[in-house]
């Protein structure tokens, strides 16, 4: 089965989005190529965008469906996001 990202920006990101999983990829130069930037968790109830860093150092994100278009729209204006 082949799905298509919900949002795509040419050559920088792109978000998946299933029933079961979200999956995004973003290049970002300050990243060592192969290296984890973030994970992060998608909650409904989020009422802002938080992160926290954890034991390994590896920093989590919190936020909800219209909170991560906004950061979408705001790094890529050309995105026109809409998680609906």
């Known amino acids: 089965m082949r799905c298509r990202p919900c949002s795509y920006v040419p050559g920088e ?3 998946w989005r299933t029933d079961a999983l979200n999956l995004s990829v973003r290049k970002d ?5 192969g ?11 989020a ?4 992160q926290e860093k954890d034991v390994n150092g ?3 994100e ?8 906004d950061e979408i729209n ?9 998680p609906d």
């Open 58 to 60: 590896i920093v989590w």
């Open 29 to 33: 130069n300050q990243c060592k190529p």
């Open 13 to 15: 990101y792109a978000l």
């Open 74 to 82: 705001n790094a890529w204006s050309s995105a026109n996001y809409d």
């Open 35 to 45: 290296a984890l930037r973030h994970l992060g968790w998608e909650d409904p109830g």
């Open 62 to 69: 919190y936020f909800n469906a219209q909170l991560q278009a």
């Open 47 to 50: 009422t802002t965008f938080t």
